[in-house]
Nanobody
Framework: QVQLVESGGGLVQAGGSLRLSCAAS????????MNWYRQAPGKQRELVAT???????NYADSVKGRFTISRDNAKNTVYLQMNSLRPEDTAVYYC????????????????WGQGTQVTVSS
């Protein structure tokens, strides 16, 4: 089993910044994609940002130029730096990590964090 622990959410004024972290632990052989999703009240969960194993990134149009995803492969950790936050960024943010476990035979995993609340006041 692979566990994810998120941190870094909170309350911030519009225009402010927050940095989310998500650390994966367990019998991990390798991690491929690391993603951040968010879900606002009454809305579907949406993909915010993705980073692949070789560092390629992709962002939702709504956060391009404001959010930056990065990863530390040695620590199995993914980050989301959020700048110029807006009230519409208010949501529960979830990290999602996919990879392969140290098992015989090898098994893939697709794990989710517990979610962290980000609230942006106007």
């Amino acid at each position: 089993q692979v566990q994810l622990v998120e941190s870094g959410g909170g309350l911030v004024q519009a225009g402010g910044s927050l940095r989310l972290s998500c650390a994966a632990s367990g019998r991990i052989r390798g991690i491929s994609a690391m993603n951040w999703y968010r879900q606002a009240p009454g809305k579907q969960r949406e993909l915010v940002a993705t980073i692949t194993s070789d560092g390629n990134t992709n962002y939702a149009d709504s956060v391009k130029g404001r959010f930056t995803i990065s990863r530390d492969n040695a620590k199995n950790t993914v980050y989301l730096q959020m700048n110029s936050l807006r009230p519409e960024d208010t949501a529960v943010y979830y990290c999602n990590v996919r990879g392969v476990m140290q098992s015989v035979p090898a098994r893939s995993f697709d794990s989710w964090g517990q979610g962290t609340q980000v609230t942006v006041s106007s």
